[in-house]
């Protein structure tokens, strides 16, 4: 089974604060993907990565940074954490060529107050 | 602009009969469909796609149908379960687009025994 992990399932983080999600895939998946879940949004893709030390813009990059220097491990950093960003955020990996078939962690729960 | 939409915010059925999501697209590029149902504290799961050379898929109690002239997919749960509470997102993308997917904005299904 394909195991997708994130550092925390709840962060409450201040205003202007350095914020790192974390998240391992265990199955030496190429891909990975950081979405963010908005009610009424669904999902929106921020920034995905196809190989170590690749990255690509999703929909809405603004305001983050992602860092892939291993395989396994995709992290999702907001430089300087505002209230919009309050949200539900999800990370996923998956491998070619079903690379749309995506398995995904549980989410980690941000609150910026 | 939401290029994926899916406008029934909520669908309430009864156990054993058929469940019905919908899911409308404005992307004429788009050229493969999927699925995904979300438990509450879970990341979504893949459940089913299609490709646009297809009209139908099936697997099991799923069926996606695929109406390209109307821009229209739709998800067939025959029979309806009580553990298939949950919310299903639909998802879109130009296959070979480095596994970017488009995501509605997700529909709450209550199967009630």
């Known amino acids: 089974d394909v195991k997708v992990t994130q550092s925390s399932r709840y962060l409450v983080k201040r205003t202007g604060e350095k914020v790192f999600l974390e998240c391992v895939q265990d199955?030496?998946?190429?891909?990975m993907f950081w979405y963010r879940q908005d009610p009424g949004l669904g999902l929106r893709l921020i920034y995905f990565s196809y190989d170590v030390k690749m990255k690509e813009k999703g929909d809405i990059p603004e305001g983050y940074s992602v860092s892939r220097e291993k395989k396994e491990r995709f992290s999702l950093i907001l430089e300087s954490a505002s209230t919009n960003q309050t949200s539900m955020y999800l990370c996923a990996s998956s491998f070619q060529p079903r690379i749309y078939e995506q398995y995904f962690g549980p989410g980690t729960r941000l609150t910026v107050t | 602009d939401q290029q994926v939409k899916q406008n029934s915010p909520s669908l309430s059925v009864q156990e054993g009969r058929i469940s019905i999501l919908n899911c409308d697209y404005t992307n004429s590029m788009f050229d493969y469909f999927l699925w995904y149902k979300k438990y509450p504290a879970e990341g979504p799961t893949f459940l089913i796609s299609?490709?646009?050379?297809?009209d139908k898929n099936e697997d099991g109690r799923f069926t996606v149908f695929l109406n390209k002239s109307a821009k229209h997919l739709s998800l067939h749960i025959v029979p309806s379960q009580p553990g298939d509470s949950a919310v299903y997102f639909c998802a879109a993308t130009r296959s070979g687009n480095t596994g970017k997917l488009i995501f509605g904005q997700g529909t709450t299904l209550q199967v009630k025994p």
């Open positions: 199955m030496d998946h190429e891909n």
């Open positions: 299609i490709s646009s050379i297809k």
